[in-house]
């Protein structure tokens, strides 16, 4: 997970993109990717493309479930709640996002504008 977090943060500073940018698009890198490894055994897949006016960010896996909404909660019976706050930043932080439905899996797109 650091190792993609770090590599999108390199290549953005290497297109130029701002730091405060970098932040969101490394943001949502690491809700996307850590949902794809918490949910599959198989491969993940990541790639960042640069389009006119920000990037596209797509994570494929190869658990064919959609992701759904949960509503998050400040703490749990045993402590803070980790999780259900994903789709809820990738509200926050992109432009767009979608699902792809792939044989045998999924892909996740997050367009993020500059």
């Known amino acids: 997970m650091a190792a993609a977090r770090e590599g999108v943060a390199r290549e953005l500073a290497g297109w130029g993109w701002s730091h405060e940018f970098a932040r969101g698009v490394v943001l949502v890198v690491s809700e996307v990717v850590g949902n794809a490894l918490r949910h599959t055994t198989?491969?993940?897949r990541l790639s960042?493309?640069?389009?006119g006016g920000g990037v596209v960010v797509s994570v494929a896996d190869t658990d064919p479930t959609v992701p759904t909404r949960r509503r998050p909660a400040p703490t749990g019976p045993v402590g803070p709640v980790v999780g259900g706050f994903g789709l809820h930043i990738l509200d926050a932080v992109t432009t767009t996002w979608s699902v792809e439905e792939l044989p045998g899996g999924k892909r996740v797109h997050a367009h993020i504008s500059h």
């Open 42 to 44: 198989g491969p993940v």
């Open 48 to 51: 960042v493309a640069r389009t």
